[in-house]
Structure formats: C-alpha cells, structure tokens
C-alpha cells in the first residue's frame, strides 16, 4: 500500500541553524500538508500546498517557514533560523483530492538546543 | 474554547470491553476523522466520516451532524488498542483542526 516517507526521523539542532524537513507524498496526491505536535500537546495545522503554491497557512508559520516541492515528488518544510520553541514533532500528510482522507507520514522529531 | 473537545480525555478497560470515545465539534465542518496515535507517534487514518456511520473490523464510527457529535466506539477491547485516539475536523477548507486526543490503555 502507497504510505506517506519522512527524513530524517530525528534531527537535532542548534538554536538559529536552518533545517529542511523532507517528505515524499503518495504519487497520485496533489495536496499536501505539514502539522506539528509539541510534546503533550495536540496536533496543529501549519501549512497546506496546492498546485505549486501555499493554500492557507497558519499564525506558527510565519516568515522563518516556508515550504517548496521541488522535484514533483519531494515536499519539504525548512525553518530558516530555528528557535527553541520550534521543537515538535512535523508530520507531513497527503491527499488525493478534499473529499479523501488524509494520510499521515510517520514524523519527523526535531530538537533545538 | 477549543473548537473540537473530546472526552474522556483518559480512559483504562479490560480486555474485552467495550469502548466509547465522544468528540464534540462547535464549528460546521465537511468531515470528520478518527485518527489513531501510537506511542511512536505515528498517525494513521481510521475513518472519514460526513454523515450516517462506518465500520471496520472492530471499530465503528457514528457522526450527529445536527447535534455536532461524533463517536468512536471499540467493540471486544483488545490491549494492542492501546493508543491516543484523536478527532479532527475538517471545515470545508483543506486543513484538520484537531481535538486532543483521548488515551486509552486496555489491561489484559
């Protein structure tokens, strides 16, 4: 069955390093997404993408974000300069069209010290 | 106030029983999921529902869109259920909102 990759599973950081985060969607998916969860809490929405540009974006994701899907497979998510508070869990997730479900890919653990 | 509430926000069964999680919705919505959590932290899809009922296996999910309700019902617990079990909605836009999970633990 078709699933939904992220790399790495864990990354660590230095406060005010960059990070790309990577995910590869299910091929025939065309709108995609990245949540995240900090540790105790509950998911939340970040970003979602449609036809090569940003659909909706939360107020988390702000100028230190941005997304891109340069190759037509990859999706990926980089923090320019990442703060503390920026480590979470990222999930990215897929979906064939508005009315499917949404595939989640199994996380990416970011730390920043 | 959270836009998606659930409860319990807890729950612990023995093997066996049966299982009841409610989630609560204050916003119209195209759909709802039930979403499983493992202690990994992986995410996987259990249901979309936008009316009536669904059922797999030894889950079944029913949605009250009038009453904006929806529930997540377990039949015959088993200890590999064991997971943080999340309602999220969709408001007609593409992204989830999400509740905050209820946590169960079957025993054997």
């Known amino acids: 069955e078709p699933e939904v990759t992220q790399t790495p599973s864990h990354q660590v950081t230095q406060m005010g390093q960059e990070v790309i985060l990577r995910c590869v969607p299910i091929s025939n998916h065309l709108y995609f997404y990245w949540y995240r969860q900090i540790l105790g809490q509950k998911v939340e929405f970040l970003v979602s993408?449609?036809?090569?540009?940003?659909?909706?974006k939360s107020e988390i994701f702000d100028d230190q974000f941005s997304v891109e899907r340069p190759d037509g497979s990859n999706f990926t998510l980089k923090i320019r300069s990442t703060k503390l508070e920026d480590s979470a869990m990222y999930f990215c997730?897929?979906?064939?069209?508005?009315?499917?479900?949404?595939?989640f890919g199994p996380g990416t653990r970011l730390t920043v010290l | 106030k959270n836009e998606v509430e659930q409860s319990p926000q807890n729950l612990t069964a023995q093997e066996g029983e049966f299982i009841t999680i409610n989630c609560s919705y204050s916003v119209g919505i195209s759909a709802l999921h039930w979403l499983q959590q493992h202690p990994g932290g992986g995410i996987v899809s259990l249901f979309m529902?936008?009316?009536g009922k669904k059922k797999h296996g030894r889950l079944i999910a029913t949605i009250n869109i009038q009453e904006k309700h929806s529930s997540l019902h377990i039949t015959a617990s088993h200890p590999r259920d064991s997971a943080v079990y999340i309602c999220?909605?969709?408001?007609?836009?593409?992204?989830?909102?999400f509740g905050t999970g209820t946590r169960l633990q079957v025993f054997p």
């Open positions: 529902l936008s009316s």
């Open positions: 999220a909605v969709k408001r007609g836009t593409d992204k989830l909102i």
């Open positions: 997730a897929s979906e064939r069209d508005r009315t499917d479900t949404q595939y």
């Open positions: 993408f449609y036809n090569n540009e940003i659909s909706e």
